[in-house]
């Protein structure tokens, strides 16, 4: 915290840190799936029925719903990142990701450099953080998990800090309880109880 210098990045830090560290199990984690599912839902994306076999997370027509709240919110993170012509593609051109199975196909339907793949990378993940701590899910566990404060002491904070504001630029900062995508405006997380 005290390396952010603004007060939307400190607000945003503030919110995400007020969530839980621990992520959810049973029936918290089958309603935070759920929730997860409907913003997919607003966002227009065809969800696989259940017990689909799938090979990735997005195969550039449906997402993989039998898989984890924080998973899927950062698969919705890549849609609301990728024009139109990437939503088409396996992994939306980004390479295989951890969950992948297929990963030659994946990497074959890769068309970003690396370098852009871990800009979009680091955008998905910040931005579907944001979303679980707007939905009151455990944003702090996925904040942990996703490295965001590695190189605590150099850069974890300007990193941050300009990954946010790319996102407020780009004005993808929507409400998450709105669950839509044509709505999208500046983020203002609830404050913490």
Not at 28 to 41: C, D, I, K, T, V
Not at 72 to 99: K, N, T, Y
Not at 180 to 185: K, L, M, N, S
């Amino acid at each position: 915290m005290a390396g952010l210098d603004d007060p939307f990045s400190r607000r945003i830090f503030r919110r995400i840190r007020a969530t839980s560290p621990d992520r959810a199990t049973d029936f918290e984690a089958e309603q935070h799936r759920r929730a997860a599912l409907s913003l997919a839902g607003g966002f227009g994306m065809a969800i696989h029925p259940e017990r689909t076999q799938c090979l990735y997370n997005w195969d550039g027509t449906a997402l993989n719903g039998a898989t984890e709240a924080y998973v899927i919110l950062h698969e919705i993170a890549h849609f609301a990142l990728a024009p139109p012509e990437r939503r088409r593609l396996i992994d939306f051109g980004l390479g295989p990701g951890p969950d992948t199975i297929d990963r030659t196909a994946a990497e074959t339907a890769a068309v970003l450099a690396m370098l852009d793949r871990e800009e979009d990378e680091a955008a998905a993940s910040l931005l579907g953080i944001i979303w679980e701590a707007e939905l009151g899910q455990p944003a702090l566990a996925s904040f942990l998990d996703q490295n965001w404060l590695e190189a605590l002491d150099r850069s974890a904070a300007s990193h941050f800090t300009s990954v946010l504001l790319a996102l407020r630029q780009r004005r993808l900062l929507i409400r998450a309880s709105r669950g839509r995508a044509d709505r999208a405006e500046h983020c203002r997380p609830h404050q913490a109880a």
